[in-house]
């Protein structure tokens, strides 16, 4: 089975409303889009390539929370997902990123995924091998500095130019290497050894990178002309001296990747994106803006949903994992069509869009529900940083409901950012606690109805003037 979480909808729902206010249709789609994910894998293998994925087209306003939603599902769903803009691609010929990266970089992050999987599936071995090793090197400093003699030395196994004091006059038979080895072991285990130096190999990447324009993608051919071209660019190894504690996360990092097959990991990478991966296309709404001003503009924009339409219908694309074909890759777009609506993409692309779900504005109420109930609530953010530095601050639940009132009152009269406004707001609120508070000592703080209307309402009073400010 791919790694999808085995959740019904009504769980990913309920995951997502740890989080996110309202918005139930958006959640409800995407959680029977993941739910059929998973159904999917569970149809035998030669009648799942005839089921296509249903993407799908959320609109609605700036700030209602469609951005969050792709957050949230990312880490709820296990599969290979990423997140791009519309506006960062142009279309092929133009200079900049085409649509086609979008899967290069989607297979990079499968790959990730999968071998950090692999890595923790091995991470008990691999730690127990940095343990070994780091005790054999605390070990040779050791017998060097007893002065085992050098035929020891070779009979332990270690090289013949390590120093040795030639001078002594010990031998194997008085040495028992495991025992102390066991022991050394022991220590570092218990953490009598952090703090003792060790030598330990890294892998500096290089920085050298070629660039060359190419219809297989940038990115692709510089990494194939880099490896003609003598190691250029290549990955460097050196020595470096780090604390017990620090090299060994360096070395049980060294240890996983030698139990893990890289060419394993490229192909497993690549058939979860083709069988599990979810691309979340936001702004897609700036790429189907009208213009009146000739067609240059258009032409740019339309050129990139005629791009996008191949990606979104099924093709195969080349990447340095291997071909990755797309026709079961999940798509979610989303834009807030101020200045354009649905219809004003291309038909072909809408054809592929075809559940349409739309996000309402958020009102009074759903404000301060923002402020109260999600799991990273504002609130909750500032009283964690702020604790830090010992100051404890609350707001009375009358408070909360005014600074609620106040995000609504700015966002109808300056421009409407949704619940990003609170932002702004909370931050207003609390810039003077933030700055004084390393210096003010522990203490107490409450905010009333009084204090949020002394702070903000001058906003409200120059919200004509200063609107650049908000």
Same mark, same amino acid.
């Given at each position: 089975?791919?790694?999808?979480?085995?959740?019904?909808?009504?769980?990913?729902?309920?995951?997502?409303?740890?989080?996110?206010?309202?918005?139930?249709?958006?959640?409800?789609?995407?959680?029977?889009?993941?739910?059929?994910?998973?159904?999917?894998?569970?149809?035998?293998?030669?009648?799942?390539?005839?089921?296509?994925?249903?993407?799908?087209?959320?609109?609605?306003?700036?700030?209602?929370?469609?951005?969050?939603?792709?957050?949230?599902?990312?880490?709820?769903?296990?599969?290979?997902?990423?997140?791009?803009?519309?506006?960062?691609?142009?279309?092929?010929?133009?200079?900049?990123?085409?649509?086609?990266?979008?899967?290069?970089?989607?297979?990079?992050?499968?790959?990730?995924?999968?071998?950090?999987?692999?890595?923790?599936?091995?991470?008990?071995?691999?730690?127990?091998?940095?343990?070994?090793?780091?005790?054999?090197?605390?070990?040779?400093?050791?017998?060097?500095?007893?002065?085992?003699?050098?035929?020891?030395?070779?009979?332990?196994?270690?090289?013949?130019?390590?120093?040795?004091?030639?001078?002594?006059?010990?031998?194997?038979?008085?040495?028992?290497?495991?025992?102390?080895?066991?022991?050394?072991?022991?220590?570092?285990?218990?953490?009598?050894?952090?703090?003792?130096?060790?030598?330990?190999?890294?892998?500096?990447?290089?920085?050298?990178?070629?660039?060359?324009?190419?219809?297989?993608?940038?990115?692709?051919?510089?990494?194939?002309?880099?490896?003609? @071209?003598? %190691?250029?660019?290549?990955? #460097?190894?050196?020595?470096?001296?780090?604390?017990?504690? *620090?090299?060994? &996360? !360096? /070395?049980?990092?060294?240890?996983?990747?030698?139990?893990?097959?890289?060419?394993?990991?490229?192909?497993?990478?690549?058939?979860?994106?083709?069988?599990?991966?979810?691309?979340?296309?936001?702004?897609?709404?700036?790429?189907?803006?009208?213009?009146?001003?000739?067609?240059?503009?258009?032409?740019?924009?339309?050129?990139?949903?005629?791009?996008?339409?191949?990606?979104?219908?099924?093709?195969?694309?080349?990447?340095?994992?291997?071909?990755?074909?797309?026709?079961?890759?999940?798509?979610?777009?989303?834009?807030?069509?101020?200045?354009?609506?649905?219809?004003?993409?291309?038909?072909? @692309?809408? %054809?592929?869009?075809?559940? #349409?779900?739309?996000?309402?504005?958020?009102?009074?109420? *759903?404000?301060? &529900? !923002? /402020?109260?109930?999600?799991?990273?609530?504002?609130?909750?953010?500032?009283?964690?940083?702020?604790?830090?530095?010992?100051?404890?601050?609350?707001?009375?639940?009358?408070?909360?409901?005014?600074?609620?009132?106040?995000?609504?009152?700015?966002?109808?009269?300056?421009?409407?950012?949704?619940?990003?406004?609170?932002?702004?707001?909370?931050?207003?609120?609390?810039?003077?606690?933030?700055?004084?508070?390393?210096?003010?000592?522990?203490?107490?703080?409450?905010?009333?109805?009084?204090?949020?209307?002394?702070?903000?309402?001058?906003?409200?009073?120059?919200?004509?003037?200063?609107?650049? @400010?908000?």
């Amino acid at each position: 089975m791919h790694p999808i979480e085995d959740l019904t909808p009504k769980q990913i729902v309920a995951e997502l409303d740890q989080f996110i206010i309202g918005q139930q249709s958006a959640k409800r789609a995407v959680a029977v889009a993941l739910r059929n994910r998973y159904r999917r894998q569970q149809i035998s293998e030669d009648e799942r390539n005839d089921i296509l994925p249903k993407n799908i087209l959320m609109i609605g306003p700036t700030g209602v929370g469609k951005t969050e939603i792709a957050r949230r599902l990312a880490q709820i769903s296990r599969a290979p997902f990423i997140k791009v803009e519309a506006t960062k691609f142009t279309e092929v010929g133009y200079v900049g990123r085409d649509v086609d990266s979008m899967i290069r970089d989607l297979v990079q992050i499968s790959a990730r995924l999968v071998e950090s999987e692999r890595k923790q599936a091995h991470l008990a071995d691999a730690k127990r091998r940095a343990i070994e090793r780091v005790a054999d090197q605390i070990l040779q400093d050791r017998i060097s500095q007893r002065g085992v003699t050098s035929s020891a030395m070779h009979e332990f196994g270690f090289a013949a130019d390590y120093p040795v004091q030639t001078e002594s006059t010990d031998t194997v038979d008085d040495f028992d290497y495991e025992a102390e080895k066991s022991q050394i072991i022991s220590e570092i285990e218990s953490g009598a050894h952090d703090n003792t130096e060790i030598e330990v190999e890294i892998e500096e990447p290089g920085s050298s990178f070629l660039q060359v324009f190419t219809p297989g993608g940038m990115e692709e051919m510089g990494l194939d002309m880099l490896n003609g @071209l003598g %190691g250029l660019g290549q990955n #460097r190894r050196e020595y470096r001296k780090f604390k017990v504690k *620090d090299g060994l &996360r !360096i /070395l049980e990092d060294n240890e996983a990747k030698l139990m893990i097959d890289s060419g394993s990991v490229n192909r497993e990478a690549v058939e979860r994106v083709e069988q599990t991966g979810i691309i979340f296309i936001d702004e897609i709404d700036k790429v189907a803006i009208k213009t009146s001003g000739g067609s240059g503009p258009d032409v740019s924009r339309e050129g990139v949903q005629r791009d996008l339409l191949p990606v979104i219908e099924g093709s195969t694309v080349q990447t340095k994992y291997g071909p990755v074909r797309t026709d079961h890759i999940l798509f979610i777009c989303a834009g807030a069509f101020h200045l354009a609506k649905p219809s004003d993409l291309i038909p072909e @692309l809408q %054809g592929r869009l075809p559940i #349409r779900v739309s996000l309402e504005s958020l009102a009074e109420d *759903d404000f301060c &529900r !923002i /402020l109260r109930e999600p799991k990273n609530a504002l609130i909750k953010q500032y009283q964690k940083l702020l604790s830090v530095d010992g100051v404890e601050v609350s707001f009375s639940s009358a408070a909360l409901d005014e600074v609620a009132h106040f995000a609504v009152e700015l966002n109808s009269r300056v421009e409407n950012i949704g619940a990003r406004r609170l932002h702004t707001l909370m931050e207003r609120i609390l810039e003077d606690l933030s700055f004084e508070a390393p210096d003010c000592g522990p203490k107490n703080v409450e905010f009333q109805v009084e204090d949020v209307r002394r702070i903000l309402k001058p906003l409200i009073d120059n919200a004509t003037t200063d609107h650049h @400010l908000l």
